[in-house]
């Protein structure tokens, strides 16, 4: 049988410096190069999920409340995506205790829209830097389950692995009813 077709949106966010440009490039390139700038652009990758076949339109966009040069704010950036991943660093308390904030902003800006349930995974990076973790991978899924969200900790540093979990996570949480071609 032929694959159903769709396309998601799909906006990284997160405190800066969490990786969540090394977790994009990581799941389309396979590839950790280190650093990675301020770039901010828009990545198409396919992947197959559950004989879905899913064309990601990833956003990987900085952690401004400010306009950026394109004029994009972050309330556009949401109204744009239909999925969010949400990544925080393990050794950085901060980056994981606003999660729940930015979480219910995107919840109130997209289920005024229609009665689905968003999706969104939560991503606990920098998982190798475990001698400098402050944030319990207990918190991590406490937090996700008590806002109905995936969970995965993960490092984009050391493998491919988890990056490609966390988009077939997000790919599953995406209902049929959405976005079919
Ligand atoms: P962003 O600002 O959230 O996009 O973060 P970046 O992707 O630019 O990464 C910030 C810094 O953390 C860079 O120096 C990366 O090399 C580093 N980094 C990203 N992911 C990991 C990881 O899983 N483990 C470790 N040890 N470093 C990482």
């Keep these: 049988p032929t694959a159903l077709k769709m396309e998601a949106n799909v906006l ?39 004989g879905r076949e899913i064309l990601f339109h990833i956003w990987d966009a900085p952690n401004s409340q400010e306009q950026t040069e394109d004029g994009s704010s972050e309330e556009k950036r949401i109204q744009w995506a239909d999925s969010f991943v949400l990544v925080y660093s393990i050794c950085d ?36 830097l475990h001698h400098q973790r ?3 991978s207990e918190e ?27 988009f077939h996570g997000l790919a599953k949480r995406i209902p049929d009813t959405k976005l079919a071609l």
């Design 12 to 50: 990284v966010m997160g405190a800066d410096n969490v990786g969540k440009s090394a977790l994009t490039v990581r799941f389309l390139t396979r590839r950790f190069i280190g650093e990675y700038g301020d770039m901010e652009f828009i990545y198409s990758h396919n992947v197959t999920v559950d």
């Design 93 to 128: 308390r901060a980056s994981f205790n606003i999660l729940p904030l930015k979480i219910q902003f995107i919840k109130a800006a997209k289920e005024g829209q229609s009665q689905e349930k968003v999706p969104i995974v939560i991503v606990g990076n920098k998982r190798d």
């Design 134 to 136: 402050v944030v319990s």
């Design 140 to 166: 991590g899924r406490l937090l996700a389950l008590s806002l109905d969200c995936g969970f995965y900790e993960v490092s984009a540093a050391e493998a491919y692995h988890g990056a490609l979990m966390v």
